[in-house]
């Protein structure tokens, strides 16, 4: 029988963006793209099923090995830190994570920083290496009001093109790193499916222009 | 022993490590659960996770429920010149579960070798982990790596101090893209960053990824830990040498850690399921003048093996009429040497749920049907 290959992408304009390259790549599967409620969708022939999840669980498929692959945003890599390899930048889903606040905030060192945020590991850890004592506000979403309505200081969050940003008079005070979607693989299926893998890494690599 | 129908799956394989580490002349170490919580504040780094359960005791001494087993072991023993101290351990860690984060009671497996650790110790202990996976399963890989081979490529391609623990966690994640930009921050030639990218993109069998890396790094770096590497895997008999792979992502604490450090998968395992390697510099730490190399199985990453319950039996073995006895004996007594359970018949029963069919003919064993 021979070997699937589980691909774990994330729902969403970015997950079309990706499954567009494992097509071009040569891994097509058609029913993907009919409209019903199915969940999971495999080309026999080419050796891969593909299923949608929240972006923010693709590595946890990954990590657990209910997926042997997937692509994730660099946030969410950096954030939960899962047990996985990163194999390839696919230079899409573009963004950064960046410190915003209200455009007239001066911050004022004598006292804690309070920061709203998805983000609590990379934003602790930022804050860690400037050597500056904040307090973490976690928040799961709508970060941008915090600031807004004194909830806190400033927000560390993805900043895309930083209209939302604009419109609620806030701006983007300091760019932490930049984002962009990983192709990550679990270590064991990596181990036991290498060549499958590393074939669909080599073909997406020539799909965004990548030296193999 | 026949442990087939009254222990769980991870107990089996508990049972068949036991005599395996004890028949290479381990012994067996067996320690209190409770261990002075200051032997984990100092080696706070070794641990693998971070939680620790503790608790007063009666003489007002802070305790701690054991996170790990090595630490203990390497506590206890003493630094005597040529001898080397050579224990297993069969033993339940507690630690905080990742997906949990709730504490969560581990069966650990494992085995160490302490003390004038020279280059038999080294093999010795590779093939023990080789076998140790077999044992678990026939599908599964030993993954080297060797600390002391990546340090000697960081110093020929002369890759800054700063640089090198964030180098090593790339090379660990497979992360290509990054070592690349890092090479640049560097100052690293292409031709360099061309050399230092093999630690990553050659991975698989000794005798693909060897030469390679010989050849790439003739010249620029000091081969001896490869050559050592090399030495220990040429002393593997053909069928354990299957289970071996070259891959630098292997990439243990180098603080605790150095020279050879390995990992074992199985398949269908998600995570290692074996972690080892040689941890001088954790000795050092404690103050001993030993050497060290040991490994440790994790049980809890088996327990979804679990089979038993599909099949009644691993293999159902036949054989024609006429077969040798010595024969029929000798591959029954292989194949549950690998842990697995064997029927012997002449014919296949009706109702017998087997997960291979084998076959004696003429003193060979030919597979008739493997079921998934």
Not at chain 1, 47 to 70: C, H, L, N, Q, T
Not at chain 1, 151 to 177: A, P, Q, R
Not at chain 2, 329 to 344: F, H, I, T, Y
Request: overall charge negative; hydrophobic content about 40%; glycine content about 6%.
């Amino acid at each position: 029988m021979k070997n699937v290959l589980n691909v774990a992408l994330p729902k969403g304009r970015l997950g079309e963006k990706v499954y567009a390259i494992f097509e071009a790549a040569g891994f097509p599967c058609p029913s993907i793209k009919e409209s019903n409620r199915k969940l999971i969708f495999e080309n026999e022939e080419c050796g891969v099923r593909y299923f949608w999840v929240k972006p923010s669980d693709v590595a946890i498929y990954v990590e657990r090995g209910a997926a042997d692959i997937g692509v994730a945003g660099k946030d969410i890599l950096l954030e939960y830190r899962p047990d996985v390899y990163e194999l390839f930048d696919l230079d899409i889903g573009k963004c950064r994570m960046a410190v915003a606040a209200m455009k007239d905030f001066r911050d004022d060192p004598s006292k804690t920083l309070r920061v709203a945020t998805k983000f609590s590991r990379i934003a602790s850890e930022y804050y860690a290496s400037l050597g500056r004592e904040i307090d973490i506000i976690h928040l799961n979403g709508s970060i941008e009001i915090a600031p807004i309505l004194g909830l806190s200081d400033v927000i560390v969050d993805i900043v895309e093109t930083g209209t939302t940003l604009k419109e609620n008079n806030l701006e983007v005070k300091e760019t932490i790193l930049p984002i962009s979607a990983r192709l990550i693989a679990n270590k064991t299926g990596f181990k036991f499916k290498t060549e499958q893998i590393t074939r669909i890494m080599d073909e997406m690599k020539k799909q965004c222009g990548g030296a193999v | 022993m026949n442990t087939r129908f009254s222990a769980t799956y991870e107990e089996k394989v508990t049972f068949a490590l036991r005599d395996l580490y004890a028949n290479h002349g381990y012994s067996r170490y067996k320690m209190s659960r409770f261990e002075e919580y200051d032997l984990y504040v100092r080696n706070k780094d070794f641990l693998i996770s971070d939680g620790v359960i503790t608790f007063t005791d009666t003489n007002g001494k802070l305790m701690a429920l054991k996170p790990d087993v090595t630490l203990s072991i390497i506590k206890s023993g003493k630094d005597s010149a040529g001898a080397v101290q050579k224990v297993y351990y069969d033993e339940n860690v507690y630690r905080v579960s990742s997906g949990s984060h709730g504490y969560k009671e581990i069966m650990q497996v494992g085995l160490e070798c302490i003390g004038d650790v020279d280059d038999y110790c080294l093999y010795e202990t590779l093939l023990l982990a080789a076998k140790s996976l077999y044992l678990i399963s026939d599908q599964s890989v030993l993954d080297l790596s060797h600390l002391g081979f990546i340090t000697a490529v960081f110093d020929g391609l002369n890759v800054p101090a700063e640089l090198r623990a964030r180098a090593l966690s790339l090379i660990a994640e497979k992360n290509l893209h990054e070592l690349m930009a890092l090479c640049k921050d560097a100052g690293l030639n292409e031709e360099q960053a061309r050399k230092l990218k093999k630690l990553i993109t050659l991975y698989g069998t000794p005798d693909t990824v060897l030469p390679k890396l010989k050849e790439t790094f003739e010249g620029v770096a000091d081969l001896s830990a490869l050559t050592k590497l090399e030495e220990l895997i040429a002393l593997f008999d053909e069928e354990t040498k299957k289970l071996l792979r070259i891959d630098f992502s292997v990439i243990n604490d180098i603080h605790y850690y150095n020279g050879i450090v390995f990992k074992g998968f199985v398949k269908d395992v998600p995570t290692g399921v074996l972690s080892g390697g040689q941890y001088d510099r954790l000795l050092e730490k404690l103050g001993r003048k030993s050497g060290a190399i040991g490994f440790a199985v994790y049980l809890d990453a088996l327990e979804r093996m679990e089979v038993s319950a599909k099949y009644d039996v691993d293999v159902l073995l036949i054989y024609e009429k006429g077969e040798s006895l010595s024969s029929i004996k000798l591959w029954a007594q292989e194949l549950m040497s690998r842990g697995q359970s064997v029927q012997v018949q002449k014919e296949v029963p009706e109702k017998l749920r087997y997960k291979k069919l084998m076959k004696l003919e003429e003193g060979r064993m030919i597979l008739l049907e493997e079921r998934t």
